[in-house]
């Protein structure tokens, strides 16, 4: 599964469209990240869908997501500020 979060102020317009029934609709792409897990965790990014002759546009993003089947290494509370010094036995 895949988590995603969209901002919707970044969502063009133009691009929306209107079915019949009056419901609003735009086209994005979900695409996962060519370099892996960002620092924020997310795996995915979202863009708003070209037409051809709109190729050489720059994408809009307009959000990201997240592979909840991807495993988060969690920190071990001990590991965290431990060195080998801190076995010297001292009170503080």
Same mark, same amino acid.
């Given at each position: 599964?895949?988590?995603?979060? #969209?901002?919707? *102020? !970044?969502?063009?317009?133009? !691009?929306?469209?209107? *079915?019949?029934? +009056?419901?609003?609709? %735009?086209?994005? %792409?979900?695409?996962?990240? !060519?370099? +892996? #897990?960002?620092?924020?965790?997310?795996?995915? =990014?979202?863009? #708003? =869908?070209?037409?051809?002759?709109?190729?050489?546009?720059?994408?809009?993003?307009?959000?990201?997501?997240?592979?909840? *089947? #991807?495993?988060?290494? @969690?920190?071990?509370?001990?590991?965290? +500020?431990? *060195?080998?010094?801190?076995?010297?036995?001292? @009170?503080?």
């Amino acid at each position: 599964m895949i988590k995603i979060s #969209v901002n919707l *102020s !970044k969502l063009p317009k133009e !691009k929306m469209t209107t *079915s019949k029934n +009056g419901e609003k609709w %735009i086209n994005l %792409i979900l695409w996962d990240n !060519k370099d +892996g #897990v960002d620092k924020f965790g997310n795996t995915h =990014s979202l863009t #708003v =869908s070209k037409a051809k002759e709109e190729k050489e546009q720059p994408n809009v993003y307009v959000g990201n997501g997240k592979d909840s *089947s #991807v495993p988060v290494a @969690p920190v071990a509370p001990n590991a965290i +500020g431990k *060195s080998d010094s801190d076995d010297d036995d001292l @009170p503080f």
